[in-house]
């Protein structure tokens, strides 16, 4: 896959603020991978993705959602800030031939984490979370934990998230509960 030709599909596909987000997002995904051993060319080309479908109609989406066999319905039950990751997964597998299921799942998982994380799921998840222009309350202590231990900053991260959405009286999805809990039992 051409990195150069991706960019400027992204760029056509997304809007400028979100554009800039996905490229920030993809040099600390490198940075972390390297960090903590993992393959940066399978971080890069997940971190590329994982907004892929963040400015694509709600419509479109939930289209995709009804009629994929791997995507469960109940996600049209929850927040649509919630479709456009496991959207991507699919269309990335159309639009790009990318069959490979840990990049999918990374990009599928990147907004609400899941149990069991691999090492991939929590690099997306922790890069979005903390690249560079995220200013959320907490996130200065989860880019130092980043440096050291990448399954102590999704905790934290995982945490900030579900005590942010329930303090705004928002519903919390299962997997979103999910990586708190399995994230809990990894560091306590
Ligand atoms: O796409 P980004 O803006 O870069 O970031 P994201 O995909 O991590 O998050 C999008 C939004 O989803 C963010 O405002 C927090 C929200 N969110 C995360 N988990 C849940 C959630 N919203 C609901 N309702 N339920 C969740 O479990
Ligand atoms: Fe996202
Ligand atoms: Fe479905
Ligand atoms: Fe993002």
Redesign the pocket.
């Known amino acids: 896959m051409n990195i150069d030709n991706l960019k400027a599909d992204l760029k056509e596909r997304l809007t400028k603020g979100r554009y800039e987000?996905t490229l920030r997002?993809t040099d600390t995904a490198a940075e972390l991978a390297v960090n903590f051993h993992e393959s940066v060319e399978n971080a890069t080309i997940a971190a590329l993705f994982?907004?892929y479908c963040?400015c694509d109609s709600l419509e479109e989406m939930k289209q995709t959602i009804k009629t994929s066999s791997e995507l469960p319905d109940l996600l049209l039950s929850?927040?649509h800030?919630?479709w456009?990751?496991p959207v991507a997964s699919v269309r990335i597998e159309e639009n790009y031939a990318i069959t490979d299921q840990e990049i999918k799942d990374a990009i599928y998982f990147?907004?609400?984490g899941r149990a069991d994380m691999t090492k991939l799921d929590k690099i997306i998840f922790i890069a979005?979370?903390i690249e560079p222009f995220r200013n959320f309350p907490g996130v200065e202590e989860v880019r130092e934990t980043a440096k050291t231990d990448l399954t102590k900053a999704c905790y934290q991260a995982a945490k900030n998230?579900?005590r942010?959405?329930m303090e705004r009286d928002?519903?919390?999805?299962p997997?979103?509960f999910h990586a708190y809990n399995d994230l809990n039992q990894h560091i306590f």
Do not use: A, I, R
């Open positions: 987000h997002v994982h907004d963040k929850f927040h800030e919630l456009h990751g990147h907004t609400t979005d979370y998230t579900v942010f959405l928002n519903t919390v999805y997997d979103s």
